[in-house]
């Protein structure tokens, strides 16, 4: 009965490719889809015949679709106009395999007008499971990093590059980053802030295209252009999780958000 089975069971090559996209594969170990359905022990049943793609197909099929779904997300965020319309719309995109595998959609939190934004990497176990971010252990530390400099957090905006929870908190691939880019980028529009302070290396890459480490780049003033008559004023510094496992650069964050405030103070 199981080589019945397996002799009358047909592969379908778009479907395999939609599961390799879904699990977040970006590329092929060769040049063909490998499949086989060969038992080890079971030396009368063979692999059924899959007819070969041609060189690349599989790689290119697969960047063709990531492509297509990253048009459409920038079309529908683009019809948001307002921080509630981008929620929903949200919500209800299904273009980015990560939401097949956390709890919530974790939207941005706070003031809708705010001055200062804060984007991290994406949600944790505990921002997944209530559905806003920075609740947990980061999200306590950054309330405190933010309370040094006098400022509350319901006068800032805090929001992730990443709605979603990456499988195990791994790091996010290019793929989904530059999904949910779109939605990230439109809240930046919506809110218009004056700076933007960006936590971690994931952050930092994301919006603004720069490959050099957080070590090297954090403190430093950078500028992002929100349209044409609009310029945020950009810091990086460290991510409130890596402060927790590395106390010893508190130091430094420090130095960065008196930068921050310092410069905010001065558009008052």
Known sequence: MYKQ???NKQINI???LDWYIWAGVEETCS????LSLKPT??????????????PKQASVQVVSAVSTVLKNARE???NASSLDELRDIMQHFNGCNLKNTAASTVFGDG???AKIMLIGEAPGADEDRIGKPFVGRCGKLLDKMLAAIHLERNQCYITNVLPWRPPGNRTPTDDEIAICLPFLKRQ????KPDFILLLGGIALKSLLDINESISRTRGKWLEY?????????????YHPSYLLRNSAQKAKVWSDLLRLKQKADELK
């Not at 022990?41 to 041609?54: A, C, F, L």
């Not at 252009?225 to 510094?237: E, L, R």
């Open 31 to 34: 040049d063909d889809v490998c």
């Open 41 to 54: 022990n079971i030396q009368s049943v063979t692999s059924p015949q899959v007819s070969s793609p041609t």
């Open 76 to 78: 529908v965020c683009a």
């Open 111 to 113: 003031a809708e007008n």
């Open 188 to 191: 930046i529009e919506l809110i």
């Open 5 to 7: 089975i397996v002799m």
């Open 225 to 237: 252009s929100i349209s044409d008559n609009k310029q945020a004023q950009v810091i990086a510094t």
């Open 14 to 16: 778009n479907e395999v």
